[in-house]
C-alpha cells in the first residue's frame, strides 16, 4: 500500500521568509503524479502545485516551487516570500495513474507565518 | 465554472439516526470522489465514481455507508444508523478523468462536517 508521510507537524515562517516543508512517499509504481493542497482553518481545500513523476523538472507556481527526488521518493515544498494568507495546512498527496485517481495522503503540516 | 459544492455544510444528529449529504461537481467533471477527514488528519479516500458507476470503495465505508450518483451529475453520500467515531468532515472532489495530470487534477469542495451526539 502507498504511504504518504509529512514528518513536520508544524512549521513557523516570518513574514517574507522563505519556508520548506517535507514530504516523503512510498510506492512500487514508476508512472504517478503527486500534489499540494492548502487547506485554511475552516475553509475548502485549494492545489497549489502538481507534479508528473515523469517529467524531471520541478514545478512551480509563482511563489510556490517543489523539489521532486524521484529515486529517494521525496517531494517538498518551497514557499517563497511567505505571506500572512500563506497561514494554513498542507496536504501532500500521490496518486498513481492506474488506480482510479484516488488520492493518498500525508498527515499535513501546519504553516504559521508571523508578521 | 462555480466549483464542487456541497450541502449541508454542518450536520448535527444524534447516534442512531440516518444522515445524509449531497455534493454537486464542477459540470463536466466526469469524476467525483468522497473522502473523510478527521480532525487534525489528512483526508482518507472512500468511493469514488466515473459517471454513474461506482468502481471502488474503501475498505472504511462500512456497510452503513451508501453513496450514489444516479445521472452522472451530483452525487449523494448516506449513513444509516450513525455512530460517533462517524464524526468528521466529509469531503466531495471532482476531476476531469482525462489522461494527464491536468485531466486527473481533483478540485474539492468545502466539505459537510458532521457531529454524531
Known amino acids: 500500500a502507498q504511504t504518504v508521510t509529512q514528518s513536520q507537524p508544524e512549521m513557523s515562517v516570518q513574514e517574507a521568509e522563505t519556508v520548506t516543508l517535507s514530504c516523503t512517499y512510498d510506492t512500487s509504481e514508476s508512472d504517478y503524479y503527486l500534489f499540494w493542497y492548502k487547506q485554511p482553518p475552516s475553509r475548502q481545500m485549494i492545489l497549489v502545485i502538481r507534479?508528473?513523476?515523469?517529467?524531471?523538472q520541478n514545478a512551480t507556481e509563482n511563489r510556490f516551487s517543489v523539489n521532486f527526488q524521484k529515486a529517494a521518493k521525496s517531494f517538498s515544498l518551497k514557499i517563497s516570500d511567505s505571506q500572512l494568507g500563506d497561514a494554513a495546512m498542507y496536504f501532500c498527496?500521490?496518486?498513481?495513474?492506474?488506480?482510479?485517481?484516488?488520492?493518498?495522503f500525508g498527515g499535513g503540516t501546519r504553516v504559521l507565518v508571523k508578521p | 465554472d462555480t466549483g464542487v459544492s456541497q450541502d449541508p455544510r454542518h450536520k448535527i444528529t444524534k447516534r442512531g439516526q440516518n444522515v445524509t449529504f449531497r455534493c454537486d461537481p464542477i459540470?463536466?467533471?466526469?469524476?467525483l470522489y468522497w473522502y473523510r477527514q478527521t480532525l487534525g488528519q489528512g483526508p482518507e479516500f472512500l468511493t469514488y465514481f466515473q459517471n454513474e458507476a461506482q468502481l471502488e470503495k474503501s475498505r472504511l465505508l462500512s456497510d452503513r455507508f451508501s453513496a450514489e450518483r444516479p445521472k452522472g451529475s451530483f452525487s449523494t453520500l448516506e449513513i444509516q444508523r450513525t455512530e460517533q467515531g462517524d464524526s468528521a468532515m466529509y469531503l466531495c472532489?471532482?476531476?476531469?478523468?482525462?489522461?494527464?495530470?491536468?485531466?486527473?487534477?481533483?478540485?474539492f469542495g468545502p466539505g459537510t462536517r458532521l457531529t454524531v451526539l
Open positions: 459540470s463536466e467533471h466526469n469524476r
Open positions: 498527496a500521490y496518486t498513481p495513474k492506474a488506480a482510479g485517481n484516488k488520492l493518498t
Open positions: 472532489a471532482s476531476s476531469l478523468g482525462l489522461a494527464g495530470v491536468l485531466g486527473d487534477t481533483q478540485y
Open positions: 507534479q508528473e513523476a515523469y517529467k524531471q
